[in-house]
């Protein structure tokens, strides 16, 4: 997942890729960019119990898509251990307020694995750590997690070597047959004919909580959409707001996941907007590429 920081876009081949530029609340500078390309780096996120005006509806995404994830991340977490990082207070990571996304001169990721879209080749700073937690939730949160297939390459992509292997073998017994069926999807995640099952994070900002020179844990507040599109779902797409933990570790010239948790929040008051059909979101999500996200 980070399903990346709020603001924050990256270019990764030196290009000006249309980047907008904004001012986030508390007056921080934010800034995004576009990928190159039309296709989507990134499938949909899933995460905890969506929030919606109605309770029935809430009920229906704990009991399906929720139900899932927290399974997943229940297996991912069993037995973790700590980084070892060291504190905030010795590398300044911890501050009261957030840092702005401004310009630093670093490049924030040299490029991307090409079977998966994942940015890869962080920067060894904070700020790279960051942009990888954000890329990493987004991953993590993507409807190609439900695929074994997909998920097998999502994994070693996003893990170290030493913790990708036995978290393959959770995450297959976590997405099994039976559980994807209980949110209405067959053995390869995908919906029955006529809907579209939508699972996409969009990161909001992200706060690195431990840092060293070889290990950072970075929290990244995320809000996303989850469910099924189509008539008749019983799992209709709603939104959640959650924030995805992630320990990372210095690997191979690059920033990759040790472990990774989830809880539910910072959530804001529901807006009255009236729901989209169905068939416009699954349209959206078909026609609007996802970002890769950079410090």
């Not at 469910?227 to 924030?243: H, I, L, Q, R, Y």
Request: glycine letters at 14%; a neutral charge.
């Amino acid at each position: 997942m980070s399903h990346g920081d709020g603001g924050y876009g990256g270019d990764y081949d030196g290009h000006d890729t249309g980047r907008t530029r904004g001012t986030a609340p508390g007056g921080h500078l934010t800034r995004t960019r576009l990928p190159e390309g039309d296709e989507d780096p990134y499938g949909p996120p899933r995460r905890g119990p969506g929030r919606t005006a109605k309770p029935s509806r809430n009920l229906i995404t704990v009991v399906g898509v929720v139900v899932l994830l927290l399974a997943a991340i229940a297996f991912v977490n069993r037995g973790g251990q700590d980084d070892g990082g060291s504190s905030d207070a010795d590398s300044g990571g911890t501050n009261a307020e957030a840092q702005p996304t401004a310009p630093t001169g670093t490049r924030p990721v040299t490029g991307e694995n090409g079977t998966t879209g994942i940015a890869s080749g962080f920067a060894k700073t904070q700020q790279g750590a960051q942009s990888a937690a954000a890329n990493y939730a987004v991953a993590l949160g993507s409807a190609d997690m439900l695929n074994r297939e997909q998920r097998h390459a999502i994994v070693p992509q996003v893990f170290t070597p030493t913790a990708a292997a036995p978290l393959q073998t959770r995450l297959d017994k976590a997405y099994s047959t039976n559980a994807l069926e209980k949110i209405g999807l067959d053995a390869n995640g995908k919906a029955p004919d006529g809907m579209t099952y939508i699972s996409r994070t969009a990161p909001l900002g992200t706060k690195v909580s431990k840092y060293a020179s070889t290990a950072a844990t970075v929290e990244v507040w995320c809000t996303g959409v989850f469910g099924t599109a189509g008539e008749g779902s019983k799992n209709p797409v709603t939104n959640d707001w959650f924030t995805m933990t992630l320990k990372l570790r210095w690997t191979d010239n690059d920033w990759k996941a040790e472990s990774f948790s989830q809880k539910s929040g910072p959530a804001p008051v529901n807006s009255d907007n009236t729901a989209s059909t169905a068939d416009e979101i699954a349209k959206a999500v078909e026609q609007y590429g996802g970002f890769t996200y950079a410090r």
